[in-house]
């Protein structure tokens, strides 16, 4: 893996945490070691991954790895996501503006919310009886 600078970039999302090195290649993408196809069977989790390279049209050029861990599949793949157009961003600061506006580089701040004492979940209260 021959990287022109040595720069990892960290996404996060919900539980998730994704570091990402890409390297100028062929578009091969591996996430912890395996295909993307293969990490993410559905098309909708592939699609938010490579959203950021396809938009700029660079899908056929860098290599992505990905180190992934925590969390689900979709907190996952935004994760990714995030990281990849972090990337995008260091690598050339032309691409912040549209990256931007696309809403890439924006971090999803919502998380699962604690459970309270006195309650069954966090807002679910128990069934309250008058009578």
Same mark, same amino acid.
């Given at each position: 893996? !021959? @990287?022109?600078?040595?720069?990892?970039?960290? =996404? &996060?999302?919900?539980?998730?945490?994704?570091?990402?090195? /890409?390297? *100028?290649?062929? +578009?091969? /993408?591996?996430?912890?070691?395996? *295909?993307?196809?293969? %990490?993410?069977?559905? /098309?909708?989790?592939?699609?938010? @991954?490579?959203? *950021?390279?396809?938009?700029?049209?660079?899908?056929?050029? %860098?290599?992505?790895?990905?180190?992934?861990? +925590? +969390? =689900? /599949?979709?907190?996952?793949? !935004?994760?990714? &996501?995030?990281?990849?157009?972090?990337?995008?961003?260091?690598?050339?600061?032309?691409? &912040?503006?549209?990256?931007?506006?696309?809403?890439?580089?924006?971090? !999803? *701040?919502? @998380?699962?919310?604690?459970?309270?004492? =006195? &309650?069954?979940?966090?807002?679910?209260?128990?069934? %309250?009886?008058?009578?």
């Amino acid at each position: 893996m !021959d @990287v022109e600078r040595t720069l990892i970039t960290v =996404g &996060r999302r919900k539980e998730a945490v994704a570091r990402v090195i /890409i390297a *100028p290649g062929s +578009g091969k /993408i591996a996430i912890n070691h395996r *295909p993307l196809d293969e %990490y993410f069977p559905t /098309i909708s989790t592939q699609f938010v @991954v490579l959203e *950021p390279l396809r938009a700029l049209g660079l899908l056929e050029k %860098y290599d992505v790895y990905a180190n992934v861990r +925590g +969390g =689900g /599949i979709s907190g996952q793949a !935004d994760a990714v &996501r995030l990281a990849i157009a972090r990337y995008l961003e260091q690598l050339n600061p032309d691409f &912040r503006p549209y990256l931007k506006k696309n809403g890439f580089l924006t971090r !999803d *701040p919502r @998380v699962k919310e604690r459970k309270k004492y =006195g &309650r069954k979940r966090a807002r679910k209260q128990f069934q %309250y009886r008058k009578r």
